[in-house]
């Protein structure tokens, strides 16, 4: 269809009337939560614009377009108003070219691929420009003068790029109809005073995370600035070091709905006049900076503050008792990384709107009261790694709201209390505590639960087989117990995905106890007791990315099935009685670092009803809404939660002979490979060699004989190599 449609235009027909066309690749091939799309470019080669002389609206986007497609036809465009080219790849000289399109309003070209400086020709003549999008290229340089022709502009997205510069003394100051401008994830200078941008009164919309915050010497803020955004954003801006507090430019601001000053430098006492002054404010984020003193509340409600995020400071003291009248419609509360301390409030479970409660990382101690889950709005709790005792209570277990739960880390004791199969559990964290008894059969009841973590408890007992009945289940970790028995036959097929048994008593073979789980992304049944040889079916695990068998009693030759294991990054066979050669195979796999390791993530996202998505943004109230004027029509900015982080995989792996831990975050860029403490015989197989990104390769406490491969010069990424305690003999390669 699109290859007559192209046609018809170079057959001199003409669309005279048609005012808007949109050509842009379409997504297809959903396959593993990922979705491609398809390139109409090289059809769309043979486009001619001319035979749409009244267009307004062209859309382009996510195809791969040729410089001459554009540059030869786009003058007979006079009438276009919009032109969406995001996703696309684009020629850099581009942006040189579209001068003659002096109707433009619109101009989508986020991730082009664009390169170097912006061009002082072309694009800048654009008078009526008033929405420009270059988010997500490579372009670089300070911002040319002549973007301050662009008076007309009200939306400016320039952000994910690699801008220098000051933005006092850029071109964005002459800009002062601007209602959107995101400069974020560049490398601008941003000072603190903001006095350059006094006159910018439409500019209710300001990001510049991940930039420079610097300091303006000897200014005295004589007035209040006509800039009085409504959402302000300076995160992770590396501030100098002598600015111990948010400049006095906050006070004067008055007009705030969503301020985030998280990850900086800042010190002094938490910055509570901001909700004085903001009598509208929803979103305070002031995460991963030095604030220190008690939690100051301000001195009246605030009525329509949604989220609070004060984590990973210094605040000491007890939790305000009229929190829950100051804020009274609160719906995310997060203290955690502090030191705060006490009893938690039972008067917390009376907050009605309350959805997330974040008391982690604290000294809190005493029980865990009942009343706190009792309300219908709390879907996630977390108490993680503080001073709570005693019991958990079948209260606790049972809110009929209560989805995300944690309560790891703390000296909870007893069994585990019975959950109503109607709990809405969907993630069940209680490990590093001190719980007893047998893991309970009720589980499979659960049909809501993903994520289940009992690790570093005494339980006791076999493993039921009712946990790998819960299809719903794809996160188990029972490491760290006394956990004992055999395995238990999995003859359903089950859906678990990330799997850890470690350091129990568990033994026997293996002959079927996974026989039936396809899904597995990471296999963890380290120092156990386990016997028999490895079986062959290991080789079914196609999605398998770190296999961890170390210290049991597995003999026999390592199965070549293993090599078919594709997504392999991470393996350890070590300290077993495996004998034979190291099979050759392996030199077949890539050992990639695996992103498929962490499981679960956060996103959250902005958009513009009636106009464009604009950007994903770090923030994650359940929604907040501010209307703005666009063309005379109310626009409504909203901002969306869309999930919480679940759990996090955590590892233990010995290389350069020290054993670590680590997270997902550094797991998927991992790979390697541990043999060691084995009795492997034979040659060291030279395929070994073709393993370009391996990190880590241990096949010491061997006796394997012959030279050192000299492929071993292709293992660029090396950063581990042992080969010690065998009978080796010639020099490591060059």
């Known amino acids: 269809m699109l290859n007559q449609f192209v046609a018809t235009t170079k057959a001199n027909i003409s669309f005279n009337k048609l005012k808007s066309l949109h050509l842009g690749g379409h997504y297809y091939d959903y396959e593993d939560d990922y979705y491609q799309y398809k390139d109409n470019g090289v059809q769309l080669q043979q486009l001619s614009l001319m035979a749409f002389p009244s267009l307004k609206t062209l859309s382009l986007s996510k195809n791969n377009i040729s410089k001459t497609m554009l540059n030869q036809n786009l003058h007979v465009l006079s009438n276009l108003e919009e032109l969406l080219l995001y996703n696309s790849h684009l020629d850099n000289n581009f942006l040189q070219s579209i001068g003659m399109l002096t109707s433009l309003k619109t101009i989508l070209l986020d991730e082009c691929g664009l390169t170097g400086t912006l061009p002082t020709q072309g694009w800048c003549d654009l008078k009526n420009l008033k929405n420009l999008r270059l988010h997500g290229n490579e372009l670089s340089g300070k911002l040319p003068s002549c973007l301050g022709n662009l008076t007309s502009l009200r939306f400016l997205d320039i952000s994910q790029n690699q801008f220098t510069g000051n933005i ?183 907050m009605n709107s309350l959805q997330i409660l974040d008391l982690s990382n604290n000294q809190f101690f005493g029980s865990i009261p009942n009343q706190l889950t009792m309300g219908d709005s709390l879907y996630c709790l977390k108490l993680s790694n503080n001073n709570l005792s005693g019991k958990i209570t079948t209260t606790i277990f049972n809110s009929q709201s209560l989805q995300y739960l944690y309560l790891n880390g703390n000296n909870l004791k007893g069994e585990i209390s019975q959950i109503s199969s109607s709990s809405f559990l969907k993630v069940l964290d209680i490990s590093n505590n001190h719980l007893s008894g047998k893991l309970p059969r009720w589980i499979r009841n659960l049909t809501q639960l993903n994520s289940l973590v009992l690790s570093n408890n005494s339980f006791e007992g076999s ?98 099935e293993v090599c078919g294991i594709e997504q392999l990054s991470m393996i350890d066979l070590s300290h077993n009685q495996l004998f034979g050669s190291v099979p050759s195979c392996l030199g077949h796999l890539t050992f990639t670092p695996s992103t498929s390791v962490s499981l679960f993530s956060s996103t959250y996202t902005i958009t513009l009803e009636n106009f464009y998505e604009l950007q994903i943004i770090p923030f994650s109230t359940t929604k907040m809404e501010t209307v703005i004027k666009n063309e005379g029509e109310e626009v ?31 797991l998927q860029y991992m790979s390697a490979i541990d043999l060691s403490c084995n009795k492997l015989i034979g040659l060291i197989p030279s395929e070994l060699g073709n393993m370009s990104e391996i990190q880590s390769l241990n096949l010491s406490h061997n006796n394997l004989t012959g030279p050192i491969p000299s492929t071993f010069s292709n293992l660029k990424q090396i950063e581990s190599l042992d080969l010690s305690f065998n009978n080796l003999n010639a020099e490591i390669p060059n």
């Open 636 to 666: 409504v900015m909203s901002f969306f939660r869309t999930q919480f982080s679940f759990v996090e995989d955590e590892l233990e792996f010995t290389t350069k002979r020290f054993t670590y831990t680590y997270g997902s975050h550094i």
């Open 168 to 350: 006092a003394s850029s071109p964005l100051t002459h800009l002062t109809l601007l209602q959107y401008l995101s400069i974020s994830n560049n490398h601008f200078q941003v000072p603190d005073s903001f006095k350059s941008f006094a006159n910018h009164s439409k500019l209710k919309f300001f990001w510049s995370d991940f930039n420079h915050l610097v300091s303006e010497h000897d200014l005295v803020q004589t007035r209040v600035s006509k800039f009085q955004p409504s959402v302000f954003s300076l995160s992770n801006c590396g501030a100098e070091e002598h600015l111990i507090k948010p400049h006095s430019f906050l006070y004067y601001q008055y007009d705030l709905e969503f301020v985030d000053l998280s990850f900086n430098k800042f010190g002094g006492a938490l910055p509570c006049w901001l909700f004085e002054n903001n009598t509208r404010l929803q979103g305070f984020l002031v995460k991963n900076n030095s604030f220190v003193g008690p939690f100051h509340l301000p001195s009246h409600p605030s009525l329509d503050v949604s989220r609070i995020d004060i984590s990973n400071n210094q605040i000491h003291g007890q939790i305000p008792s009229t929190i829950n009248l100051i804020f009274p419609f609160v719906e995310e509360l997060l203290l955690s990384g502090n030191a705060l301390e006490g009893e938690i409030p039972k008067w917390l479970g009376g």
């Open 463 to 560: 493993i039921p087989n009712e946990f790998f009945y819960n299809d719903a289940l794809q996160f188990l970790n029972l490491s760290k117990n006394n956990l004992s028995g055999s395995l238990p036959s999995c003859s359903n097929p089950s859906y678990i995905t990330h799997l850890y048994l470690s350091k129990n008593r568990l033994n026997g073979l293996l002959t079927h106890s996974f026989y039936n789980i396809s899904s597995l992304v990471v296999l963890d049944l380290r120092e156990n007791n386990f016997i028999g040889g490895i079986p062959k079916w290991i080789g079914n695990f196609s999605k398998l990315s770190i296999l961890l068998l170390k210290g049991n009693h597995f003999f026999g030759e390592i199965p070549i």
